[in-house]
């Protein structure tokens, strides 16, 4: 469980500090997007960073599925004890 309020408090400084930094964003349409992968041919960094971003847009969903299944799995997974009577077995 220790692990666990570890985890999550590291996650909440993550965010935390996702959401104070600002950083600018720009959408993009299926056309800018090929344009800015045409224009990293030619050395323009823009286009870069354009690819980052869309890469981590995409994975940000899986992450966060990923993570609350864990957090699920690790929570609700059923501990299997078996309960063994101390009385001896009697096979008459």
Do not use: H
């Amino acid at each position: 469980m220790n692990k666990i309020k570890r985890f999550m408090g590291a996650m909440v400084v993550v965010a935390s500090l996702t959401v104070a930094i600002p950083d600018r964003a720009d959408a993009q349409c299926a056309m800018c997007t090929l344009t800015a992968e045409n224009a990293t041919e030619n050395g323009n960094t823009q286009g870069k960073g354009l690819n980052k971003g869309i890469l981590f847009l995409l994975a940000i969903p899986y992450l966060a599925t990923a993570g609350v299944g864990l957090l699920w799995y690790k929570r609700y997974r059923g501990k299997k004890t078996v309960n063994v009577d101390d009385d001896p077995i009697v096979l008459n």
